[in-house]
Antibody
C-alpha cells in the first residue's frame, strides 16, 4: 500500500532554512496533490501548502513569503523549504495526499533553537 | 478567507454517551469539500468523514456527519473508549485552498 515518510533535520537554528522531504512509496506521485501540514506542540493543524505533480503550487498566505514546495517525480519525493525560521515554526510537520487526506505521513518534529 | 470555528473546545462525556461536535464556517462551504479527522496523541490525523457525511473506509457507523452551507456537525452516537481524542474539521476549495478548524477535544468525564 502507499506510504508517506517525512525526513529531514530535527533541529534548525533561528533564521536558517527548514528543509524536509516526503518520500512516497508503494505508488506513484503522479496525478495527485501533495500537502505539507504542521502542528505546533499542543496546538491545532495548519496547512502550509500543496504541490501538484506538474509542479503547480499553492501556499497558505500567512507563510507564502517564506515557503517553497517542490517535487522530484523521478525520486517519488516532494520537499518543503521554510526560510527564516523562528521558534514559532517549531512543530510536527506532516505530508499528506490530496484534499481529502486519507493518507498521511507519521510526522516529524522540527525544533527551532540555537 | 474561509475560517472554520469548532465548538466546544472541549467536550467532557462518559463512554456510551452521545457526542455532538460543531464546525461553523465564515463563508459557505460546499458539502463536497468538508471533512472530519480524528487525532490521538502522537499520531497523525485519521480521516473519518468526507463530503460532510460519507464515512471513510473502516470508520464505524457510530460516527456520522451532517450539515451544509456554514454549519456542519460530527456526531458520535455512543462513545467508545477509543473515541476520546481531538477532532478537526477541514474545508478545501475556498481561499486559502485548505483550512482546518481549531479542534474539539473529547475527553472522559
Amino acid at each position: 500500500q502507499v506510504q508517506l515518510q517525512e525526513s529531514g533535520p530535527g533541529l534548525v537554528k533561528p533564521s536558517e532554512t527548514l528543509s524536509l522531504t516526503c518520500t512516497v512509496s508503494g505508488g506513484s506521485i503522479s496525478t495527485y496533490y501533495w500537502n505539507w501540514i504542521r502542528q505546533p506542540p499542543g496546538k491545532g493543524l495548519e496547512w502550509i501548502g500543496y504541490i501538484y505533480d506538474s509542479g503547480s503550487t499553492n501556499y497558505n498566505p500567512s507563510l507564502k513569503s517564506r515557503v517553497t514546495i517542490s517535487v522530484d517525480t523521478s525520486k517519488n519525493q516532494f520537499s518543503l523549504k521554510l526560510r527564516s525560521v523562528t521558534a514559532a515554526d517549531t512543530a510536527v510537520y506532516y505530508c499528506a495526499r490530496d484534499f481529502t487526506m486519507v493518507l498521511w505521513g507519521q510526522g516529524t518534529l522540527v525544533t527551532v533553537s540555537s | 478567507e474561509s475560517v472554520l470555528t469548532q465548538s466546544p473546545g472541549t467536550l467532557s462525556l462518559s463512554p456510551g454517551e452521545r457526542a455532538t461536535l460543531s464546525c461553523r464556517a465564515s463563508q459557505s462551504v460546499s458539502s463536497t469539500y468538508l471533512t472530519w479527522y480524528q487525532q490521538k496523541p502522537g499520531q497523525a490525523p485519521r480521516l473519518l468523514i468526507y463530503g460532510a457525511s460519507s464515512r471513510a473506509t473502516g470508520i464505524p457507523d457510530r460516527f456520522s456527519g451532517s450539515g451544509s452551507g456554514t454549519d456542519f456537525t460530527l456526531t458520535i452516537s455512543r462513545l467508545e473508549p477509543e473515541d476520546f481524542a481531538v477532532y478537526y474539521c477541514q474545508q478545501y476549495g475556498s481561499s486559502p485552498p485548505v483550512t482546518f478548524g481549531g479542534g474539539t477535544k473529547v475527553e472522559i468525564k
